[in-house]
């Protein structure tokens, strides 16, 4: 018998256990957590839901996408840098932070670095007294962004790479960048590529340090790598979580890169993962990661980017969109258009929920304190919840008259855990009877189910969990938009 279907049967066990105490006795606490709950950081990053990222440096002048390390310095020399540019155009665009590559695996870094000649300090740029760093995290907090790094463990310029003096390299790196002259940083991006460097030889990266360095310095950083500890790589860079996404995931045992799980497991989590770490969708609009001329005209249509916020943000993951600027310093218009156009596209979407004012039921609630009507009521914190033991439940949504949809939204309250193993939706027809119009597995901080036009008065969906249901947020919109 598998673990899940024993839980099933505790769980019905349990519920007639329960029942008599329950039925005269409503319950005011909330139900118990269950398995592996987020941090306040993580559930402060996972409500961020969209993220830019900015691949830049060397490449942005050499059209390559791994740098070889040997590029001069005097290549990166930006003739208009405009920091506040991007963080405008991001923040215009939905965006609640920026992710930099402050060095990626050529290893030039767009800070002064110290423990490197291979920076900014030895470019032409600004005459070797600028700082990309410096520039951006400004720019984020005058528009109310959240900044973050990426910093690549590979170096393909480092003469210490491939050696144990190389992780003390990087140690310092890390500290130069996190300790606090660029303020907060939100998230540390790890990437797990670890090829070869100037000598031939692969790098023992030193995970544990790493982490630790960056705990000690930033301990709100959500730490990015194929295995957290923060949020994971969803395992392809195309923009798809899985349909079933748990932001569990069992670590243990695995290391970024060569290392990690099989890519279906970050792609899906697991169902019985012992640790939080929510899944992040990175992807570029472009086919490249850095910006180069010849993409300009391949840049993702707006149909492209809603199919990706479907399969990123409509599937409990986050999504890191990358944006590279060009040679000039600044995001192309071709990009910045795009992004207007798709946030206006959400914005359009959105903007109606047919769900509102909607009279919600339950076929079973916990207490006053946890409603039906708590799911309508727009407050994060505020939830409905089953009684201890019961697993399965269906919450019916009277409309406030008939309405035309194709999007249903569903949040699941998180802070207490991933606890719905799989939901069905219904619509009541003029005549009254249910017809099932999807169903799915697993629903996450924010599950966005698209479906035909339905036209009805009434919508239903049932839960089935590993423990009482817990939902915060139902929602159905019409998108003229979108075509799959
Ligand atoms: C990968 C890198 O090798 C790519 O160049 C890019 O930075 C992507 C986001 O991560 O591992």
Not at 222 to 231: E, T
């Amino acid at each position: 018998m598998t673990t899940s279907f024993k839980k099933l049967i505790a769980c019905a066990t349990m519920a007639v256990v329960a029942i008599a105490a329950l039925s005269s006795c409503a319950q005011s606490d909330p139900p118990a957590p269950y398995g592996p709950v987020p941090t306040e950081s993580q559930m402060e990053w996972q409500k961020m839901e969209m993220n830019m990222f900015t691949h830049f440096g060397p490449n942005t002048f050499t059209g390559r996408e791994w740098g070889l390390g040997t590029e001069a310095e005097d290549i990166f020399n930006p003739t208009g840098l405009d920091c506040l540019q991007w963080a405008s155009v991001a923040k215009a665009a939905g965006f609640k932070g920026i992710i930099i590559t402050a060095k990626h695996h050529d290893g030039f870094c767009l800070w002064p670095n110290p423990e490197s000649t291979h920076t900014v300090a030895s470019s032409p740029w600004k005459d070797g007294k600028g700082d990309v760093l410096e520039e951006l995290s400004e720019a984020c907090s005058a528009e109310g962004l959240k900044f973050g790094v990426y910093i690549s463990p590979w170096d393909r310029n480092d003469p210490h790479y491939g050696t144990p003096a190389y992780n003390d390299v990087y140690v310092k790196t890390l500290e130069s960048v996190h300790d606090g002259r660029y303020g907060k940083v939100f998230e540390q991006w790890f990437d797990g590529a670890n090829g070869e460097g100037p000598n031939g030889k692969k790098q023992v990266y030193d995970w544990p340090r790493f982490h630790e360095t960056v705990l000690r310095l930033q301990p709100q950083a959500i730490m990015f790598s194929d295995v957290g500890p923060g949020c994971r790589w969803v395992g392809n860079e195309s923009g798809i979580a899985g349909k079933t996404n748990w932001s569990r995931l069992d670590i243990e045992g695995f290391t970024p890169g060569a290392g990690s799980p099989p890519t279906d497991t970050l792609n899906q989590g697991n169902a019985a993962g012992k640790e939080w770490v929510p899944a992040e969708t990175d992807v570029s609009i472009r086919p490249g990661w850095f910006w180069r001329e010849s993409e300009n005209s391949k840049v993702k249509s707006l149909n492209d980017l809603l199919g990706i916020y479907y399969t990123s943000v409509g599937r409990n993951s986050l999504l890191l969109l990358n944006v590279p600027p060009d040679t000039t310093g600044r995001l192309n218009p071709v990009d910045s258009a795009r992004l207007m156009e798709f946030s206006a596209a959400l914005g359009s979407i959105f903007k109606e929920d047919y769900a509102r004012g909607a009279k919600a039921s339950a076929s079973a609630t916990r207490g006053r304190k946890f409603s039906a009507s708590n799911i309508l009521d727009g407050e994060y914190d505020s939830f409905w919840a089953a009684p201890d033991a019961v697993c399965d439940a269906t919450l019916t949504f009277k409309l406030k008259g008939t309405k035309t949809f194709n999007r249903i939204l569903i949040q699941e309250y998180v802070p207490l855990g991933q606890r719905i193993r799989s939901f069905r939706i219904e619509a009541v027809t003029p005549e009254g009877k249910w017809l099932p119009i999807a169903d799915g597995t697993t629903i996450g901080y924010k599950r966005i189910v698209l479906t035909d036009d339905v036209t009805t008065d009434a919508v239903r969906i049932s839960v089935n969990g590993f423990a009482p249901p817990v939902i915060n947020a139902f929602g159905l919109f019409h998108d003229t938009i979108y075509s799959e």
